[in-house]
């Protein structure tokens, strides 16, 4: 079902995208060869943010029309980021010289959507009053909506009707599972890029640590607190990028490159989603110091890093820690039927997210772990963000994703 709201939206839509250029409410823009970006604000709400933000990149026969395909994904984005600078990074601003899982998947006949959260829509001085209503279930109704208008979409150019895989990176990933377990009899597949949602009975150090930050972020929204903002990541990648051997203002002495591969290859510093977590593989200085980058280009992790929303709800964040601490009602992964693929990276969530596939109802379980090295360099290995924008991710992790998705 899809709210009354959205249906006239997604009717109106649905006949502009194939006859004529779209209303105010959409855009077109090339990717690459003949790979087109579409995007389209559907308003479902009077509030300053009530928009579902949907995305589609497909090959074109002609200008608005896509060229049909019986493959269909749904991706839904991670932290400090929307669709497009992790699915389209060459679109984002500023721009990235990653390719981007999108394309990639669309130039292989896969038609590839996504929706993005609520709290990416405002600008640093927006309107953010109704920061504090976009929580996990009003994310998993977006979803519901945008899977809808995609197969409605998918009805009118395609001649389709046939149900789509949803696919999430990171906290994307954790949605992905969420909604499959809330709501999986609208999908045909789902897929999960690095993320856990059920943690081991042993790793009952992970689950404190998710415990305590939902308690903490449940104090932080009691007190008035809805933005976790993230002008820390803005300002790390801004500065790597324009003044990068300048001593850094935000960890002194380092300078602002030493200050993002620190950030980037040594994330459990601050996050330790599991031991030695990072977003991107490092290399490591005897001292034990970041020097570089060993799989993503520092480019590509800068841009990242400096095009992240400036806002993030806060609401979010609690609620995703309050699923892994596992002590409030949530949805079950037993819930899940459908085939479910893993793709996680051995130096970020990797080994600790097979656990989660177990919990599943499904038959039809497919995981890898995209790793170098043995697990006595886990701290180098392959890292998150690595599945996005290491050079070698066409290879190691977009192939065999690609590969699963023209099966399922």
């Known amino acids: 079902m899809v709210r009354p709201g959205l249906a006239l939206a997604v009717l109106v839509a649905c006949t502009s995208a194939v006859a004529a250029p779209p209303p105010v ?15 389209f604000d559907l308003r479902v709400g009077s509030k300053p943010n009530a928009v579902v933000r949907i995305h589609r990149v497909v090959r074109e026969l002609t200008p608005w029309q896509p060229r049909p395909t019986p493959h269909a994904v749904m991706l839904l984005h991670g932290d ?11 679109l984002g601003t500023p721009a990235s010289s990653a390719p981007g899982l999108a394309p990639y998947l669309a130039s292989r006949g896969v038609d590839t959507w996504g929706v993005d959260r609520r ?13 504090g209503d976009m929580g996990v279930d009003q994310e998993l109704g977006d979803i519901e909506d945008a899977l809808a208008f995609a197969r409605v979409q998918r009805a009118i150019t395609d001649r389709s ?3 789509i895989v949803l696919a999430g990176f990171s906290h994307g990933g954790q949605l992905t599972y969420a909604y499959a377990a809330a709501r999986g009899q609208h999908l045909s597949a789902i897929a999960v890029l690095d993320a856990y949602y059920d943690l081991a009975p042993e790793h009952s150090d992970l689950r404190d640590f998710a415990c305590a930050n939902a308690a903490a972020g449940r104090e932080a929204l009691a007190q008035g607190v809805t933005d ?16 990068p051997e300048a001593t850094s203002p935000i960890f002194p002495p380092y300078t602002n490159r030493e200050t993002m591969n620190t950030l980037a290859g040594m994330t459990y510093w601050f996050a330790p989603y599991t031991p030695l977590y990072h977003l991107s593989a490092p290399v490591l200085y005897e001292q034990g110091d970041a020097v570089g980058l060993r799989e993503s280009t520092e480019e590509s992790v800068s841009a990242w890093f400096a095009s992240a929303p400036p806002h993030q ?59 170098r090295f043995g697990p006595e360099r886990v701290a180098e290995d392959f890292g998150h963000g690595d ?17 699963w998705l023209l099966r399922h």
């Open 119 to 131: 709290w990416t829509l405002p600008k640093a001085d927006g309107d953010i009053s109704d920061l």
């Open 161 to 163: 009707l046939s149900r």
């Open 80 to 90: 400090f980021a929307n669709f497009v600078t992790n699915f389209v990074p060459t």
């Open 313 to 371: 709800s806060l609401r979010e964040t609690a609620e995703l820690d309050a699923i892994w601490c596992g002590t409030t009602p949530r949805p079950e992964l037993a819930n899940i039927r459908v085939p479910l693929f893993y793709l996680g990276a051995a130096g970020a969530f990797g080994d600790s997210g097979l656990y989660s596939t177990t919990r599943v109802s499904s038959t039809d379980v497919t995981t890898l772990v995209v790793r």
């Open 228 to 243: 976790s903002e993230n002008r820390f990541f803005i300002d790390v990648g801004s500065l790597a990028r324009s003044a």
């Open 25 to 39: 409410a959409m855009k077109r823009e090339h990717v690459t060869a003949d790979i087109y970006h579409y995007q």
């Open 387 to 403: 599945l996005l924008y290491g050079t070698d991710a066409p290879a190691l992790a977009w192939q065999p994703l690609a590969t």
